[in-house]
C-alpha cells in the first residue's frame, strides 16, 4: 500500500543571488531556459493536491529570482495548497511583499546565515545580504504573515547560536530552525570547512534545549541534528516516495531534493508523465520504495520501518552505492567514514560556486 | 483567555484521508477525536469557560474534570504553535 504524499518540495528556480557554501542543490544547476512556465507549475500544483498533498514549499534557488513569482504563489493557493515561501529574503520590496500577500501566500520561511553581518556576508558571499534579510523580515511581520527564521548551522557560526535565537525573537519570527549542514550537493564539497566538532554539537543541542523551555509558547525551536555523530541514520523523508516529493526547477520529479546527486537514476518529468503517475509508477519512486530493496544489515532490521536505512544519497556520495546502509548507521560497515571526516574537519577555507 | 488559530494556523478537512488536520508553517497536527472536539470550539470569541461549558453540555461530563483536560491540552497546543492567546 503506498500512501499519497503529504507535501511538495517545488524548486522554481536554481538562480540565487547567494553563494552558500552548504547549498544543498546539485553541483551542476539547472538553466533558466531550462524551467518550468507558469502554467506547468499551475498544473503541478493541482495535480499535487488531487494526489493529496496538502502543503507546497516553493523554494529553489532564490524563488523570487522568478519573475512569475507571484503567479506562481496564487497558482498554489488555488489548488488550495498551503503555500510556503523559503527564500533568502534579499530580492523582496514591499510592493512584492503585498502582491504575494494577496495572492494567498500562507508563510515564510526567512534564512540567516549568521547571527551578525561580517560573519553572515562571508558564509553567503553577498554584500548588504543580511540588512536586506533584516528588512524582509519586517516586511513579512508587517504584512502580518507568520515568519520562520531558518539558521543552517555549522562549525563557522555555532558559536552565535544564542545570538541566532535572539535575532529570531527580535525579528518577530515564531519559529525558528536550527538546521544543521547536511552533506549533499555542493555542501560535500565544503565538508571540512563545515563540520562542527562534537562538543559544538552538544553545546547546541544544549542551547536549544535551553531555549525552547525558555521561550516556550513564544518561539517554536526546530532542530536538525547533523548526521556525522550520530549512531543511527535519520529516516530520511520519512521514507523514499512515502510521504515527500520534490519537483525540480526543469519539472523532475524526485523523492527528495538531492535525489539526482545519485548517479544513473532516471527522474520522471511532469513535461511527460503526470505527478499521479510518476509517484505510482515511477520506478525511481518504487527503487528505494518500503523495506524489499534493502540488503543487510538493513534486510531484517527491527529499525527497518523506523528509519527506512536513512538516506540514500547520503549512502551513495560515501560509499558509491545508494543501496548501501546509510553509514550514519552504526551497523554500516562503511560507519568509520564519518568520523574520519569529522577528524579531517578544520580551518579550511570554503568554496564558493563559480570560482575555481 | 480566548484561544484563537495564529495566522498561518487553520483547521482543515483533509479530504484524500478521511480526518482533519491543523496546518501550520511547515507542520501539520493531527488531532485525536478529543482534541478535534476542542479545536472546533476555538473561534477566537470563546474563552476557556465557553469551551468548557460546550463540551460538558455535549458529552453530559462533569465540568471540574472537562476543564483540567482542556487546560492541558490548549497549553500544549500554544507551546507547538498551533493556537496563541
Known amino acids: 500500500m503506498v500512501n499519497a504524499p503529504l507535501a511538495l518540495l517545488a524548486e522554481l528556480t536554481h538562480r540565487c543571488p547567494l553563494r552558500c557554501p552548504y547549498c544543498s542543490n546539485p553541483v551542476e544547476l539547472s538553466r533558466a531556459s531550462a524551467e518550468l512556465a507558469t502554467a506547468e507549475w499551475a498544473r503541478v500544483f493541482r495535480e499535487a493536491a488531487d494526489l493529496g498533498c496538502l502543503q507546497v514549499h516553493l523554494s529553489g534557488g532564490e524563488p523570487t529570482a522568478r519573475r512569475d513569482i507571484v503567479e506562481i504563489v496564487a497558482a498554489a493557493h488555488e489548488a488550495g495548497l498551503y503555500t510556503n515561501l523559503i527564500t533568502a529574503g534579499v530580492l523582496l520590496d514591499a510592493a512584492l511583499m503585498q502582491r504575494l500577500v494577496a495572492a494567498g501566500l500562507d508563510h515564510v520561511q526567512l534564512s540567516v546565515q549568521d547571527a551578525e553581518e561580517a560573519g553572515a556576508e562571508r558564509i553567503g558571499g553577498m554584500k548588504g545580504a543580511h540588512a536586506r534579510k533584516a528588512d524582509a523580515a519586517r516586511l513579512v511581520r508587517e504584512a502580518g504573515l507568520p515568519l520562520t527564521l531558518n539558521a543552517v548551522v555549522h562549525r563557522q557560526n555555532l558559536h552565535n547560536l544564542p545570538a541566532l535565537i535572539a535575532l529570531a525573537l527580535e525579528w518577530g519570527a515564531g519559529r525558528i530552525e536550527v538546521a544543521h549542514v547536511q552533506y549533499y550537493g555542493w555542501a560535500l564539497a565544503n565538508r571540512a570547512a563545515l563540520l562542527p566538532t562534537r562538543a559544538q554539537l552538544d553545546e547546541a543541542t544544549r542551547i536549544v534545549e535551553a531555549a525552547r523551555a525558555a521561550h516556550r509558547g513564544r518561539l517554536v525551536l526546530d532542530y536538525v541534528v547533523p548526521d556525522y555523530h550520530a549512531a543511527r541514520p535519520k529516516a530520511c523523508m520519512g521514507g523514499w516516495g512515502s510521504r515527500f516529493l520534490a519537483v525540480s526547477p526543469a519539472g523532475r520529479v524526485l523523492p527528495c531534493h538531492a535525489a539526482e546527486s545519485i548517479a544513473g537514476m532516471v527522474f520522471p518529468n511532469v513535461r511527460e508523465v503526470s505527478l499521479h503517475e510518476a509517484w505510482y509508477r515511477g520506478e525511481a519512486f518504487e527503487r528505494f520504495r518500503g523495506t524489499a530493496w534493502m540488503p543487510p544489515p538493513c534486510r531484517g532490521c527491527a529499525n527497518a520501518e523506523k528509519d527506512w536505512g536513512g538516506c540514500r544519497c547520503q549512502a551513495f556520495a560515501l560509499t558509491g552505492e545508494a543501496a548501501n546502509t546509510d553509514p550514519a548507521c552504526v551497523l554500516s560497515p562503511h560507519h568509520g567514514l564519518l568520523a574520519a571526516a569529522v577528524a579531517e574537519a578544520g580551518q579550511a577555507e570554503f568554496r564558493y560556486r563559480g570560482v575555481a | ?85
Open chain 2, 1 to 85: 483567555m480566548i484561544p484563537r488559530f495564529p495566522r498561518g494556523v487553520r483547521l482543515q478537512e483533509d479530504k484524500a484521508r478521511g480526518r482533519w488536520i491543523v496546518m501550520a508553517p511547515e507542520r501539520m497536527f493531527v488531532p485525536d477525536d478529543t482534541a478535534l472536539e476542542v479545536l472546533r470550539l476555538v473561534d477566537g470569541a470563546r474563552d476557556v469557560g465557553a469551551i468548557v461549558d460546550a463540551l460538558a453540555a455535549k458529552f453530559d461530563a462533569p465540568r471540574a474534570e472537562i476543564e483540567a483536560d482542556v487546560a492541558a491540552m490548549l497549553d500544549d497546543l500554544v507551546a507547538k504553535g498551533a493556537l496563541a492567546w
